[in-house]
């Protein structure tokens, strides 16, 4: 918030990179309003980077569950060494 009390606009990380990669586009876009030319190869971006997206959910899942299978079975031959060694 400025001093004044107006709202800041929120600049993204996306548009640092875009400002970064050609100004000018980022110009023609973010202050004269011009859409870009190449929205089909956008939208096919955006749909790559969602599918990628829930892979790496989908692998994070599986990573919790081995680790869970792990810890489980670590605590199964935990019991049973403590079980051999105590005797009948």
């Not at 929120?10 to 011009?34: M, P």
């Not at 939208?43 to 899942?61: D, K, M």
């Given at each position: 918030?400025?001093?004044?009390g107006?709202?800041?606009?929120?600049?993204?990380?996306?548009?640092?990179?875009?400002?970064a990669?050609?100004?000018?586009s980022w110009?023609?876009?973010?202050?004269?309003?011009?859409?870009?030319?190449?929205?089909?190869?956008?939208?096919?971006?955006?749909?790559?980077?969602?599918?990628?997206?829930?892979?790496?959910?989908?692998?994070?899942?599986?990573?919790?569950?081995?680790?869970?299978?792990?810890?489980?079975?670590?605590?199964?031959?935990?019991?049973?060494?403590?079980?051999?060694?105590?005797g009948?």
């Amino acid at each position: 918030m400025a001093r004044d009390g107006a709202l800041q606009p929120i600049i993204t990380a996306s548009q640092i990179n875009e400002h970064a990669f050609c100004a000018r586009s980022w110009w023609l876009s973010r202050v004269k309003g011009y859409a870009s030319a190449h929205w089909p190869q956008m939208a096919s971006g955006r749909q790559a980077h969602a599918t990628h997206g829930q892979l790496v959910a989908r692998s994070e899942a599986l990573r919790r569950g081995g680790v869970l299978i792990l810890v489980v079975a670590a605590l199964v031959v935990a019991l049973g060494i403590a079980s051999v060694l105590r005797g009948p």
